[in-house]
């Protein structure tokens, strides 16, 4: 691709200096008690890595990070750190919180670029781990397993993997090259990849897996459906999904499509429906392309899920919104095109002329691998059913899931955290199925 087609698309947020990223962490008031660390849902050593970076220990930093965090140059840049880390800092009462995600990125990038990394790993013996999925669940489950001496082998039904993070966020936020540097280190920790294996299609089922050896299977599949609406005229031309539109411009800015592919012209009136990430990421991407947009959501702006740094960064950028808004029907032309919409408001009922309709309404799980599977219990809406103990087994023995699949759509950070407690599960499970089968065999002889 050209360069002048892909700088709509450059990252926004330029990365620090190392000399700014020093300055930045000697800022740090390392605090008896720190906040930024309770906030971080995973539990990152946050005071400690950004020690010794103030100190120009870049590889310590490192390490100190690789205790926790198997994706930080992702975690960096896409975590909502306002409301977590960065929000919790002291500093942050002055209006000068230390810019964590920020440091965690630049430790992140710059061990990549050096290739400073050299872990000590356990030989392979406590067991082997198929791994279902590769987005931030499916490789987090997949990292802590193989530093702990797992075998770890990770299923992948796309042809690269990354799963949403790949495919689901804009270049702008989250470089590609980045997610591949981020998968190449979980790779070096003897993790194999299997992509263009799709479990639950032909041969390949959770039963087959099993049969080829395998200790304990993760379901980190995450929801990768979007919810559909049941509006008239939804299903006209030009009412489109978000995803699909996000996954068109990936394509598209990788050079897999060309522009003609991906379903917004320069100039067109789009409206986006929803509130959360997703929306934003919609939103931004098709003001990227050249279109006047506009959010359609439902409630007020406090009541939206999406990050605020999002909402403030869209509006920047020339994104209108319409607040308690709904859509209550589409209307077309005589070619069954889409153009305008029925909107709904605390003002009364109108129409409006759109050119293309994107739905960002929420997501659900895919349902191929449970009904190709006995025993994997889902509730009502598809989500699978886990247990506490060990943490995140189905009801199916030796089956785990975690991530969105379980617990419904969440922010990147958030499925770490609750694939890390499902690793430890799954950990805990083959250590007693190899103790019991050790016990058994000797009370034979």
């Not at 050896?213 to 049941?230: E, K, N, S």
């Amino acid at each position: 691709m050209q360069e002048d087609q892909q700088s709509p698309f450059q990252v926004i947020h330029e990365p620090f200096t190392p000399l700014e990223a020093i300055t930045e962490a000697k800022r740090c008031l390392h605090c008896k008690v720190p906040q930024c660390r309770k906030g971080c849902p995973i539990g990152n050593n946050i005071p400690d890595f950004i020690h010794q970076l103030s100190k120009g220990n870049f590889g310590e930093a490192m390490n100190v990070i690789n205790e926790i965090s198997n994706l930080p140059a992702i975690c960096g840049r896409v975590c909502p750190h306002e409301k977590q880390c960065q929000g919790s800092c002291v500093l942050g009462k002055k209006g000068e919180p230390i810019q964590i995600g920020r440091l965690e990125s630049f430790v992140a990038d710059f061990d990549t670029e050096m290739n400073l990394t050299r872990e000590k790993l356990p030989q392979k013996t406590r067991g082997r781990i198929a791994v279902i999925g590769s987005g931030p669940a499916g490789l987090t489950v997949a990292g802590d397993l193989a530093r702990q001496g797992f075998g770890v082998t990770i299923f992948e039904g796309q042809d690269e993997p990354g799963g949403v993070l790949m495919y689901g966020i804009p270049e702008y936020r989250l470089p590609k090259q980045v997610v591949r540097n981020e998968i190449k280190k979980i790779e070096a920790l003897g993790v194999e990849f299997r992509t263009g294996c799709m479990v639950g299609h032909n041969d390949m089922t959770v039963d087959s897996i099993f049969s080829d050896g395998y200790d304990a299977i993760f379901i980190g599949t995450g929801t990768a459906l979007p919810q559909t609406v049941d509006t008239k005229g939804a299903r006209l031309n030009g009412v489109i999904q978000s995803i699909h539109l996000l996954h068109q411009v990936a394509a598209y800015n990788e050079g897999a499509t060309i522009r003609s592919r991906v379903p917004v012209r320069d100039g067109e009136r789009v409206g986006v429906i929803g509130g959360g990430n997703v929306a934003m990421d919609a939103a931004r991407t098709c003001i990227r392309l050249g279109a006047d947009v506009t959010v359609i959501y439902r409630k007020t702006q406090a009541d939206m899920p999406a990050i605020e740094r999002e909402y403030t960064e869209a509006v920047e950028e020339g994104v209108k919104f319409l607040w308690q808004t709904q859509a209550t029907e589409f209307i077309g032309d005589a070619r069954g095109r889409l153009k305008e919409v029925r909107l709904v408001s605390p003002d009364g009922e109108r129409t409006e002329p759109f050119d293309r309709i994107f739905l960002a309404i929420g997501s659900r799980p895919a349902n191929r691998i449970v009904s190709t599977t006995e025993g994997i219990d889902v509730d009502e809406k598809g989500y699978v059913i886990t247990t506490e103990r060990p943490y995140g087994m189905t009801t199916r023995r030796g089956v785990f899931a975690g991530g969105d699949v379980v617990h419904r759509p969440q922010t990147v950070v958030l499925a770490m955290k609750a694939a890390k407690q499902v690793a430890e599960g799954i950990a805990q499970y083959v250590d007693a199925v190899k103790l019991l089968e050790h016990v058994n065999a000797n009370v034979t002889k």
